[in-house]
């Protein structure tokens, strides 16, 4: 059965007490990862269904069973392979980043959110004279509470804590980053309790990254090179955090979100939700107290301040951290970028899906001049509110612009394909049986036949190479460097390994430099990404083969070969991308980099002589050839072959994929341009989310300036509950969209919408204890608006 795979980016925007809500966003995106994954995986290993129904509570359970009625057209296995959050947004990317890591329950998180973040809990204790100089105005504030607040806000224990809360410190944050702080680390540390090693919910062979938005108060100095004066200097305050994990062979994930990455993570959390006034600014000093105070080392102090940060050890006592919202508070950049160049396994949807709790409200505006604001309002616009509310527009629209080039680069292959495969159909032998040794060189003939076609059109191609080439070794280099001064150099490192490259080809005594001994030693010894390029091009070519017609004339193809022979070739990508991270590299290449590093930064001129030295070392390392030579076996006597050769190649036009080089389309420089699925948007809000919408709903955290939530428990849990209850809406609704548009009859889809809104409320209404009523409300409307399915789930 034809698989997808639908793959989930995801941006949390910052919102303070809004938080809430997006963790029951978050709750209900691990529960269909978990689903998903859990259906897949013990399918495969043969567990029976009664087994799966025990073992998943109930919401899972009803996630699997609308995977189970779609699976008559595909299996869909959904996969989160990035997530970015600013402030609130960010602790919520933490806790599901490392929950889906290392498939961990939300539960104790869900405990800290309901029962700490309350303004009684969160505050800094009173003590001494100003404790009892506040209590004196009580009376004041009661009356204040009283006359200008009662419409707003009803509820006896919100005005209760709210005058409480005013009598909190004047002119210093009245929040304790030290509890905050405490709160988060038993919260992760409670996640362990029933881990298995070794479990995970990313896809073997597969990454998540997670980013986190945080500003750095003192900023970090930049040197930017111009043409007169010679540079400029300008600080930089925006820091973003970027933890990755992989699960690179079953049973072993190699993370930064495991047990020993506590640390790190919780000050990321810390830091970024550090709301300027509420909070105190986060300070590493800070954190080392109370990791103190819970006997807990820091193990990965140095390395994280070095690579997050770009601090050392002794410069991180001069930095303090606020909120990340400041400087972006809607991370889309990051995870845009990320997921162009994540591969897939089996076919796909991508979905980028951002979590906005307080969308904009479209108003009609009136030809009357509007009032001037005040001094006040102008100053906490233009510092809070103005930069949480940047557009979002530029950043999509850089998207549509990369769906729109997908969309040409996919046809300008398909256009391509059948002037090139009569060329290659010329190079392959007809009759005898495709060896490694045969293959390999039908590579390097239809390598000389497209440069001849070429003609000068070559010259581009070979720039463009070189230059990405020199790019790529020029960030290598500065990162094996270790030296905080190596990214301010970056450029000039590029500078010196092109003019190289530049050096190589003037020499040529061939004028397009084709068959210069040099210049093809440099390409086959460090271009990695061609390499990826070709594999993610047979992929393509492999993928085509799911979309079988009855009408080819040809026998239907054996997808579970083709699988096979995907994750062999993914699987050889990720050796190849795993060359561009210096911790491939060992202490030669390390010291190398240094001594490069540190002529460039001294301005010798003998930084030039350190370039040949520099790629010779890298080349050694890469190994390249014996890849190339593993590469050319995989598919002439790979498993999968057997099976996938006489259904779809009977003319062997398998391994036509394997000679039929992307990179004879000149111009074509993508690394990831044999994935051209296009990146479609999603958003999860109380507005979006409406099968269960009713007129006049709001989410109470809005109140109060977002802080609504802090200040009331049934008001948190009324937002939580709904927050798992939008995002279920509208996860179904995605999951529907990568299936296909009219896969399932609408009643069963109204079913299985049904089915998850009542789970959820049988796994809520024990422990929501504050609001009854409104879980009644709740059981009522979804049994009024699904009436066919009332008759089949008893009333929980």
């Known amino acids: 059965m034809k698989e997808i795979e639908l793959r989930l980016a995801l941006v949390f925007y910052g919102g303070v007490s809004l938080a809430i809500y997006m963790h029951g966003v978050s709750r209900e995106i691990l529960n269909l990862v978990r689903a998903s994954s859990c259906r897949l995986d013990r399918k495969s290993n043969g567990s029976t269904q009664d087994a799966l129904d025990q073992e998943l509570p109930p919401v899972q359970s009803a996630y699997k069973d609308l995977l189970d009625l779609l699976s008559s057209v595909a299996d869909i296995r959904v996969v989160v392979d990035a997530i970015a959050g600013a402030s609130a947004g960010g602790v919520n990317g933490i806790m599901l980043a490392r929950a889906i890591t290392h498939d961990l329950p939300l539960d104790s998180h869900s405990e800290m959110w309901l029962e700490n973040a309350d303004v009684t809990r969160l505050a800094r204790p009173q003590v001494g004279l100003s404790r009892y100089l506040k209590i004196s105005i009580s009376p004041v504030l009661d009356q204040l509470i009283s006359t200008r607040l009662m419409k707003q806000i009803e509820s006896a224990e919100t005005r209760e804590k709210l005058r409480i809360f005013m009598q909190a410190r004047w002119f210093t944050p009245p929040f304790s980053g030290e509890r905050f702080i ?112 819970h006997d807990m080392t820091w193990a990965n102090r140095d390395p994280f301040l070095a690579r997050g940060l770009n601090l050392t050890a ?72 103005i930069p949480r509310n940047e557009p979002i527009g530029d950043d ?35 009759r005898r049986r495709v060896t490694p040794d045969i293959l ?87 271009d990695v990404d061609y390499r990826i390029r070709r594999l993610r091009f047979a992929v393509r070519k492999l993928n085509g083969f799911y979309h079988y017609r009855s009408s080819s004339g040809l026998p239907p193809p054996d997808f579970e070969a083709l699988d096979q022979m995907k994750g062999m070739l993914y699987e050889q990508i990720d050796h190849l991308g795993w060359r561009w991270n210096d911790r491939f590299f060992g202490g030669r290449s390390r010291d190398q980099a240094e001594a490069f590093v540190r002529a460039v930064e001294a301005d010798s001129p003998e930084a030039a002589e350190h370039v040949q030295p520099m790629l010779t070392s890298l080349t050694q390392m890469m190994g390249l050839a014996d890849l190339d030579r593993l590469h050319d076996e995989l598919l002439p006597t790979g498993p999968a072959i057997s099976s996938t050769k006489a259904a779809i190649s009977p003319d062997g036009y398998l391994y036509r994929v394997r000679v039929f080089r ?75 969209s990568a299936a296909g548009e009219g896969t399932l009859p609408q009643m069963q889809v109204n079913q299985a919408r049904a089915r998850i809104f009542l789970a959820v409320l049988e796994e809520e209404r024990g422990k929501l204890s504050e609001i009854p009523e409104e879980i009644e409300r709740i059981d009522n409307l979804i049994r009024s608006i699904y009436p066919d399915f009332a008759h089949v789930a008893a009333r929980v």
Request: with cysteine; glycine share 6%; proline share 5%.
């Open 182 to 293: 405490s709160w988060m680390l038993d919260a992760c540390k409670k996640m362990e309790d029933g881990a298995v090693p070794g479990r995970s919910l990313i896809p073997r062979g597969q990454t998540l990254d997670l980013f986190v938005t945080i500003t750095d108060y003192n900023g970090i100095k930049r040197r930017i090179h111009l043409d007169d004066p010679d540079y400029v200097e300008e600080w930089d305050h925006r820091r973003i955090l970027n933890f990755h994990a992989a699960h690179r062979m079953p049973g072993h994930i190699e993370s930064q979100f495991d047990a020993n990455s506590i640390p790190e993570i919780v000050f990321a959390a810390r830091a970024t939700s550090s709301f300027p006034g509420a909070f105190p600014p986060a300070t590493v000093a800070e954190m080392e107290r109370v990791l103190a105070d």
């Open 396 to 430: 999509l629209k850089e998207l549509e612009q990369n769906n729109r080039r997908s969309r040409w680069l996919s046809q300008l292959i398909d256009d391509a394909v059948p002037m090139v495969e009569k060329a290659v159909s010329r190079i392959l032998p007809r």
């Open 440 to 526: 390999s060189n039908c590579r390097k003939q239809a390598t000389v036949a497209a440069f001849e076609q070429a003609g000068f059109a070559f010259l581009n191609y070979q720039s463009l190479k070189l230059h990405s080439l020199a790019e790529r070794l020029a960030g290598l280099t500065a990162r094996l460097s270790g030296l905080e001064c190596a990214r301010d150099h970056e450029e000039a490192i590029l500078g010196l390994i092109f003019r190289h490259t530049g050096r190589l080809t003037a020499e040529s005594k061939d004028a397009l430099g084709r068959s210069d001994p040099h210049v093809i030693a440099l390409l086959r010894g460090l």
């Open 662 to 736: 992307s990179d004879n389309l000149s111009g074509v420089q993508r690394n990831d341009f044999s994935e051209v699925t296009e990146i479609l948007v999603d958003r999860i809000s109380p507005t979006d989310a409406a099968s269960l919408y009713t007129e006049g709903f709001d989410l109470k955290g809005k109140s109060l300036n977002t802080f609504g939530a802090f200040f009331n428990r049934g008001w948190r849990e009324h937002d939580y509950l709904w927050g798992r209850l939008n995002a279920a809406d509208r996860l179904v609704s995605i999951v529907l």
């Open 314 to 385: 002794e410069t991180a006592g001069q930095h303090c951290f606020v909120d990340g919202s400041v400087v972006m508070n809607k991370p889309f950049a990051p995870v845009i970028n990320v997921i162009q160049d994540r591969p897939a396994v089996r076919e796909v949807a991508r979905r980028l899906i951002y979590v906005d709790p307080s969308p904009v409200v479209p108003v009609e505006t009136d030809s009357t001049i509007s009032e001037l604001p005040g001094f006040f309002r102008v100053i906490l616009a233009s510092l809070a509110h």
